[in-house]
């Protein structure tokens, strides 16, 4: 995928998405689906129909709606949300720690982004997010067939809609609705609406659609009335059953390259406001490891694993790059698998002397010692390839309160999205030991497989 500044972030977020097969404990079957013509593999299978039954864990929280709840209080305790000095360190910590810092972007080594969405008009590459109880109608969603999107939500189907909701003004349009009361997410990559086209993302490929795909009459597209996009996903468990998110611990191969859903590692205006975000984060990098993929045996052997072949490591929902590399990308020797989680290794006075070093002051001073803290405290995992930067991924301003949001607590300008520069060296980097996976056949993996849930320890 092309970016209007080769700056910025390219490999979208959903440009990454995935179309998937489970091959329970393997993701040799999990082929990753893209826009982007350095990503290689080319295959189309269906994800299960969602269906409007959630499924609970086997210790799920009281899940009882609140009232007061909100699509940023929504996300129950997770993997996302253990501390890191809680877990224990990865055996190749040092090896996966030197990949990162010297490929993850082009450019200079630890210049990884915030991707917000403030004053980065057509080359955003956040995640708005919207409420559900916002909504003002329901809207059915028909699928360009031409783009590379995963689709599990029924040409019968509708979900909430408002007019006034705008995705993401980057060449995938993409924004996440969240539903506090159900505990439901909704994915959408490349959409437009009846109020929103661009020019790279408008409806006019669901009109071709309707000429070259035959469909029951009564499923065509109506400009007036239905959604158009590249993909449309209902966060759901291996079974089918929609995911209740306040209470899933699983995966969703669905709806990123690592197959792992989005909500729950967003970083929220609010979390910032409140003095804390306390669970990791998301990061997309250039160099997430490639295939082929390795054998359970080939993957615990370090001579192997990262070498020869590759793999992606629990939470992962499947390993994305499978076919193969992008040409003139890193050495396989070069990469990290996705799934991998991160901290930094640093004091509070540490923290101090970056932010006198970088001149920051007021809101913005306290924004960015909140958000070291949160990824000292909490790290983050790669989740998503990207073919130019590395970026986290925040909840963005193309929602009209979230900007107001991030306004206030200091982030105003397009610069702000380096407001972490300086912060990241390589010595100050760790990562920590994966956690487990509990694939759909019952099985336990600490490698990538659509899992029905995830959890460090027994």
């Known amino acids: 995928m092309s970016l209007r500044h080769p700056a910025v972030l390219a490999g979208a977020l959903v440009a990454s998405l995935v179309v998937a097969v489970i091959a329970v404990g393997s993701a040799s079957d999990q082929q990753r689906r893209s826009n982007n013509p350095d990503d290689l593999t080319n295959n189309t299978v269906s994800l299960p129909a969602a269906s409007t039954t959630s499924q609970p864990a086997p210790t799920a929280p009281d899940t009882t709606p ?133 020019e790279v993302n408008d409806s006019e490929q669901c009109i071709i659609d309707d000429r070259t795909h035959p469909r029951d009459s009564t499923k065509r597209f109506d400009i ?126 540490e923290i101090e002397a970056w932010l006198r070093s970088r001149g920051y002051s007021g809101a913005r001073a306290e924004t960015a010692r909140i958000m070291a803290v949160s990824l000292r405290d909490y790290g983050w995992f790669i989740t998503d390839s990207s073919s130019v930067g590395a970026g986290f991924t925040l909840a963005g301003a193309a929602n009209p309160e979230t900007q107001n949001q991030w306004t206030a607590l200091g982030l105003t300008e397009d610069s702000d999205r380096s407001l972490l520069q300086g912060l990241f060296t390589r010595d100050r980097i760790t990562v920590v030991a994966p956690p487990t996976n509990i694939c759909a056949d019952g099985t336990l993996s600490t490698f990538s497989c659509w899992a029905s849930s995830t959890s460090y320890g027994s």
């Open 66 to 198: 609140d009232p007061s709840a909100s699509p940023t209080t929504m996300f129950g305790p997770s993997v996302w949300t253990v501390p890191v000095s809680e877990l224990a360190r990865d055996p190749r910590s040092d090896d996966w720690s030197a990949r990162l810092w010297g490929r993850a972007n082009i450019g200079a080594p630890g210049d990884w982004l915030l991707l917000s969405g403030i004053q980065q008009d057509g080359n955003d590459y956040s995640i708005p997010v919207y409420d559900a109880a916002m909504a003002t109608t329901r809207r059915k969603v028909r699928r360009k067939f031409t783009f590379p999107g995963v689709f599990n939500v029924g040409p019968d189907d509708t979900i909430p809609w408002n007019d006034a909701w705008r995705p993401s003004d980057g060449n995938d349009g993409f924004l996440v609705i969240l539903d506090s009361s159900t505990g439901h997410e909704w994915d959408l990559w490349n959409v437009s609406s009846p109020g929103y086209q661009t």
């Open 224 to 349: 007036n009335a239905d959604l158009c996009a590249a993909s449309a996903v209902l966060i759901t468990s291996p079974d089918g059953t929609t995911a209740d998110l306040r209470s899933y611990r699983g995966n969703f191969p669905g709806a990123g390259g690592g197959g792992i859903q989005n909500g729950p590692g967003i970083v929220f205006p609010s979390e910032v406001a409140q003095g804390a975000v306390r669970h990791a984060w998301k990061l997309m990098i250039v160099n997430t490891m490639f295939g082929p993929e390795c054998s359970p045996t080939e993957r615990v052997d370090p001579a192997k694993f990262g070498v020869t072949c590759g793999s992606a490591v629990a939470p992962a929902g499947q390993f994305e790059r499978v076919n193969g590399a992008s040409q003139g990308g890193p050495a396989r020797t070069e990469t990290v698998p996705e799934g991998t989680r991160f901290a930094l290794k640093i004091t509070d006075a």
